[in-house]
């Protein structure tokens, strides 16, 4: 079975970057667009940023120009850059193919606090 497992997240503050990381146990991303996504206490799940096979990048608007995708296929890895974080963006932080979707990782904690 195909598991997803992210990692990286942790304790911020407001203003601080941190990098999560999406690993795969084998090679289920290389051929297809990859998105982050995270999902906030009492609020649903919310694309947060895309890549698609060939590099190319969106963004939801609230992290547009903060936060950075980028995807290494040889390492089955991807990664979102966070900069400048808010307290609004604390959430938990997960990966998964948008338009071919297996299971949920069990995600990594993102906690922006003074």
């Known amino acids: 079975q195909v598991q997803i497992v992210e990692s990286g997240g942790g304790l911020v503050q407001p203003g601080g970057s941190l990098r999560v990381s999406c690993t795969a146990s084998?090679?289920?991303?290389?051929?297809?667009?990859v998105a982050w996504y995270r999902q906030a206490p009492g609020k649903q799940r919310e694309l947060v940023a895309g890549?698609?096979?060939?590099?190319?990048?969106n963004y939801a608007d609230s992290v547009k120009g903060r936060f950075t995708i980028s995807r290494d296929n040889a390492k089955n890895t991807v990664y979102l850059q966070m900069n400048d974080l808010k307290p609004e963006d604390t959430a938990v932080y997960y990966c998964?193919?948008?338009?071919?979707?297996?299971?949920w990782g069990q995600g990594t904690q993102v906690t922006v606090s003074s």
């Open positions: 890549i698609t096979t060939y590099g190319a990048t």
């Open positions: 084998r090679s289920i991303f290389s051929a297809y667009d």
């Open positions: 998964n193919r948008p338009f071919s979707f297996i299971a």
